[in-house]
């Protein structure tokens, strides 16, 4: 079945620090990717997605490419800031219509000013 | 802000007991699901509803049952509960169809924590 692993939390950087979050996937066919991140004690908010090979979601200064060749879908933003500190989730969805999101444990990433 | 909505946000229930979950999707949005998101793990997907009618279930047992009303709102019950059914459980909606590509956003509410005690 459908599988996503996403590195281990937590992660701690400095104000202005770049950050990547790895995530590697395992799907049949040609699955849409996406980033989720969650505010302490808040619900889960759309990052980014990107729907096909190559395709590159971008949204507030994160960005992350869709490689089919490595089936990974790595999160990257060049400045973080103490307001990104969050839990970030990789997640999937099938390759048809209306399939349900499988999603990594998450990676808690705080940053220190 | 999503546009989900959901009911109550906290709760507290006895093992044994049954508790209703409610949800209301964002304006126009047919597709309705629920996930459980134990503490420091990623959410799990426990049903979906489109047009009033399961069509997708995760690994979770018959207690754990669902309804979408005519409105496209819905309600996640849970029977006999059990101390490992204390988490967050979020609902997202979506405007789907099972013949359209993937892809589709899909938009969380805030969510309802459950404790068993």
């Known amino acids: 079945g459908n599988s996503v692993t996403q590195m281990e939390g937590p992660v701690t950087l400095s104000e202005e620090a770049f950050l990547t979050i790895n995530c590697t996937y395992t799907?049949?066919?040609?699955?849409?990717l996406f980033w989720y991140v969650q505010y302490p004690g808040e619900g889960l908010q759309l990052l980014l997605k990107a729907t096909k090979a190559d395709d590159k979601g971008s949204n507030k200064g994160f960005e992350a490419t869709y490689r089919k060749e490595t089936t990974s879908f790595h999160l990257e933003k060049g400045s973080v800031q103490v307001s990104d500190s969050a839990v970030y989730f990789c997640?999937?969805?099938?390759?048809?219509?209306?399939?349900?999101?499988?999603f990594g444990k998450g990676t808690r990433l705080s940053v220190i000013a | 802000e999503t546009g989900v909505t959901q009911s109550p946000t906290h709760l507290i229930k006895t093992r044994g007991q049954q508790v209703t979950l409610r949800c209301s999707s964002q304006?126009?949005?047919?597709?309705v699901s629920w996930y459980q998101q134990a503490l420091g793990q990623g959410p799990q997907f426990i049903f979906q509803y489109y047009r009033e009618e399961e069509n997708g279930r995760g690994n979770f047992p018959p207690r754990f049952s669902g309804l979408q009303f005519p409105n496209y709102s819905s309600e996640l019950n849970v029977n006999a509960l059990e101390l490992d059914d204390s988490a967050l459980y979020l609902c997202?909606?979506?405007?789907?169809?099972?013949?359209?590509?993937?892809?589709?956003?899909?938009?969380f509410g805030e969510g309802s924590w459950l404790t068993v005690v």
């Open positions: 304006s126009g949005h047919n597709t």
């Open positions: 997202a909606s979506s405007l789907g169809s099972p013949r359209m590509s993937s892809g589709n956003t899909i938009y």
């Open positions: 799907a049949t066919g040609y699955p849409s």
């Open positions: 997640a999937l969805s099938g390759n048809s219509g209306n399939t349900p999101l499988v």
